[in-house]
């Protein structure tokens, strides 16, 4: 998280995920969402939030979730049918679930297949918003596999040269297991920001950066803005003299996958609000030795932390490493939220009757 997206001092409290997490729970349960799922909601948005992922956690997601629940635009009791089937492939309609619930289903589904196969793939259709896409990449690591999620979103990012949205920001996750290291977590939107931290920008009163916002006529916005509403986002690259034509194929490859795959249409063809998804999970003993395997991702990582940095800088990363280390600090000192943000979950607490200790 960059910092001008970090919650300052005076407007921060610290919640234990033990106090974050029931709470969480009881909202979902009273939006008619059955245990097992409120269950399940809870553990990606409270993840996500562990792993310093602020903008798809409690603080900008819960509330648009119950919001939709209570508008009828969420099922709360999906019934998720197999649309398609292969030994290595299936095609899922999710019946307008959340996907932050049906995806990692989805991702059950696809590791089964990998235990058979090697590889199992779900395309979902059908679908709505599925939270931090790393969560779901992550689910096969348990079992040394190899996690990837991608989303194909609701467009608001112009193509290269364009001037009104036809992508979505169009996420793409991969994680791979290791043996001593924290696993690998890549985790990043194909525009140059997700659509959620313009909305952290507004809350917080801050300007977006050059090069992350189109003007309403398609131009590259090259100097310091504040959060427009509505707003259009660049692809990653910005321009073409930076690369943007490589963000924009990178979302029309999400969207292949995702959207056209499950016939479920791409970003700019599906309604607003709708969502298709794709997971695989590779069975890394298919392809090599897991121990082996892990012991080179160890290998490999910690010769990349081990560049010698460049001036102005302590350090080399690698993907998920700030997210590892934002988890073992949260955990032992509560989860940052904004005033405002406690201020609604005092609300809806005592609007749906719920108990909460924090």
Same mark, same amino acid.
């Given at each position: 998280?960059?910092?001008?997206?970090? $919650?300052?001092?005076?407007?921060?409290?610290?919640?234990?995920?033990?106090?974050?997490?029931?709470?969480?729970?009881?909202?979902?349960?009273?939006?008619?969402? =059955?245990?097992?799922?409120?269950? $399940?909601?809870?553990?990606?948005? !409270?993840?996500?939030?562990?792993?310093?992922?602020?903008?798809?956690?409690?603080?900008?997601?819960?509330?648009?979730?119950?919001?939709?629940?209570?508008?009828? %635009?969420?099922?709360?009791?999906?019934? &998720?049918?197999?649309?398609?089937?292969?030994?290595?492939?299936?095609?899922?309609?999710?019946?307008?679930?959340?996907?932050?619930?049906?995806?990692?289903?989805?991702?059950?589904?696809?590791?089964?297949?990998?235990?058979?196969?090697?590889?199992?793939?779900?395309? &979902?259709?059908?679908?709505?918003?599925?939270?931090?896409?790393?969560?779901?990449?992550? &689910?096969?690591?348990?079992?040394?596999?190899? +996690?990837?999620?991608?989303?194909?979103?609701?467009?608001?990012?112009?193509?290269?040269?364009?001037?009104?949205?036809?992508?979505?920001?169009? =996420?793409?996750?991969?994680?791979?297991?290791?043996?001593?290291?924290?696993?690998?977590?890549?985790?990043?939107?194909?525009?140059?920001?997700?659509?959620?931290?313009?909305?952290?920008?507004?809350?917080?009163?801050?300007?977006?950066?050059?090069?992350?916002?189109?003007?309403?006529?398609?131009?590259?916005?090259?100097?310091?803005?504040?959060? =427009?509403?509505?707003?259009?986002?660049?692809?990653?690259?910005?321009?073409?003299?930076?690369?943007?034509?490589?963000?924009?194929?990178?979302?029309?490859?999400?969207?292949?996958?995702?959207?056209?795959?499950?016939?479920?249409?791409? +970003?700019?063809?599906?309604?607003?609000?709708?969502? %298709?998804?794709?997971?695989?999970?590779?069975?890394?003993?298919?392809?090599?030795?897991?121990?082996?395997?892990?012991?080179?991702?160890?290998?490999?990582? @910690?010769?990349?932390?081990?560049?010698?940095? %460049? =001036?102005?800088?302590? @350090?080399?990363?690698?993907?998920?490493?700030?997210?590892?280390?934002?988890?073992?600090?949260?955990?032992?000192?509560? $989860?940052?939220?904004?005033?405002? !943000?406690?201020?609604?979950?005092?609300?809806?607490?005592?609007?749906?009757? $719920?108990?909460?200790?924090?």
């Amino acid at each position: 998280m960059l910092d001008r997206f970090k $919650i300052k001092q005076q407007d921060t409290v610290r919640v234990e995920e033990a106090a974050l997490r029931p709470t969480v729970e009881a909202i979902f349960r009273k939006v008619s969402v =059955p245990d097992d799922d409120a269950r $399940i909601a809870a553990d990606v948005l !409270v993840s996500a939030d562990l792993r310093g992922v602020d903008t798809h956690g409690v603080s900008n997601l819960l509330r648009q979730y119950v919001q939709r629940y209570r508008e009828g %635009a969420l099922n709360p009791n999906p019934n &998720i049918r197999v649309l398609r089937e292969s030994p290595s492939a299936t095609t899922v309609d999710s019946d307008n679930g959340l996907g932050i619930i049906t995806t990692p289903k989805a991702m059950e589904i696809a590791i089964a297949k990998a235990h058979n196969t090697g590889v199992g793939m779900v395309t &979902i259709t059908n679908d709505k918003h599925l939270g931090m896409a790393a969560y779901h990449a992550m &689910i096969p690591l348990r079992q040394d596999m190899i +996690g990837v999620c991608m989303t194909s979103c609701p467009p608001t990012v112009v193509p290269t040269f364009g001037s009104i949205p036809r992508l979505g920001t169009n =996420p793409i996750a991969l994680a791979a297991p290791a043996d001593k290291e924290p696993p690998f977590v890549f985790d990043a939107a194909t525009s140059v920001i997700p659509d959620n931290k313009v909305h952290i920008a507004r809350r917080l009163g801050v300007d977006l950066l050059p090069g992350w916002l189109a003007d309403d006529d398609g131009r590259p916005v090259m100097e310091p803005t504040p959060a =427009p509403s509505p707003h259009r986002l660049l692809p990653l690259g910005s321009v073409r003299e930076t690369g943007s034509h490589k963000g924009y194929s990178l979302a029309c490859i999400v969207d292949i996958l995702c959207g056209v795959l499950s016939l479920s249409g791409f +970003g700019a063809g599906r309604g607003r609000g709708a969502f %298709a998804h794709f997971v695989v999970a590779f069975d890394v003993k298919a392809f090599a030795d897991a121990s082996e395997f892990k012991a080179m991702m160890d290998d490999y990582m @910690r010769t990349l932390k081990a560049t010698p940095p %460049a =001036p102005g800088h302590d @350090r080399v990363l690698v993907a998920g490493q700030l997210a590892w280390e934002a988890e073992q600090e949260r955990r032992q000192n509560g $989860i940052p939220l904004h005033r405002e !943000v406690v201020d609604w979950f005092n609300g809806i607490c005592d609007e749906l009757d $719920i108990a909460k200790d924090f």
